[in-house]
């Protein structure tokens, strides 16, 4: 049963630590998400990628927050510093584009709990 | 920018009742899909609807998709308790490259 992981589940911070979240997307897919869900904001898409090339990064506070792919099974998201206000749920999702006509079913992992003191 | 509403934001409803929820976007979307997040969990997919006035039903749940394709509602017959959870819609619009989540929809069944 494919799906996509998340490591870790659950992190505690100090403000200015850096944070780094990884994600493992499900094997074959070509596309890759990360959005932060909070009570306040809902989901909100940060970055995504196709194909391990960034194509939207607009939801992101650039000055702390980088995504990058090194390879395709894995995505990274990094907070540095960190801030109380990042406190958040970090979820990954992967999905197969076969273009504009095709289903672009979104996979989501399990999450990232992040808590900054 | 493409947007998507949903409403209601809470729906709090006694074991047995019906609920709806409804989304709306500013823009004709090319589909729609409709996910669910348990307490705790992570959203799952439920759902694709393409066509203009597409209708699904998946047991209890139907799925319909506006004539307009701009609106799209999520409607439980008979809520059980396991229907506990938030409801997003996801549309995209025939430019946009990726999926726009509403705010959700927080179903409180009541046994």
């Known amino acids: 049963d494919a799906r996509v992981t998340q490591t870790p589940r659950h992190k505690v911070t100090e403000m200015g630590q850096e944070v780094t979240m990884r994600c493992q997307p499900i094997l074959g897919h070509n596309t890759v998400f990360w959005y932060r869900q909070t009570m306040m904001q809902g989901l909100e898409l940060l970055a995504y990628f196709r194909n391990r090339a960034p194509l939207d990064d607009s939801g992101m506070p650039k000055d702390r927050f980088s995504a990058e792919m090194p390879d395709a099974t894995l995505a990274t998201l990094k907070i540095q510093p960190s801030e109380p206000r990042d406190s958040a749920v970090y979820f990954c999702a992967s999905g197969l584009w076969r273009g504009l006509m095709g289903t672009d079913t979104q996979y989501f992992g399990p999450g990232t709990r992040l808590t900054v003191l | 920018g493409q947007q998507v509403m949903q409403i209601p934001q809470y729906q709090h409803v006694q074991e047995g009742e019906d609920f709806t929820t409804y989304c709306n976007s500013s823009t004709t979307l090319s589909n729609i899909q409709w996910y669910k997040q348990r307490p705790g969990g992570h959203p799952v997919f439920l759902i694709q609807l393409v066509k203009s006035g597409e209708v699904k039903k998946q047991k209890r749940l139907t799925f319909q998709f506006g004539e307009a394709k701009k609106n799209s509602s999520l409607h439980i017959t008979a809520t059980q308790t396991t229907d506990v959870g938030t409801y997003f819609c996801?549309?995209?619009?025939?430019?946009?490259?990726?999926?726009?989540f509403g705010s959700g929809t927080q179903l409180t069944v009541l046994p």
């Open positions: 996801a549309g995209r619009s025939g430019s946009a490259r990726q999926l726009t």
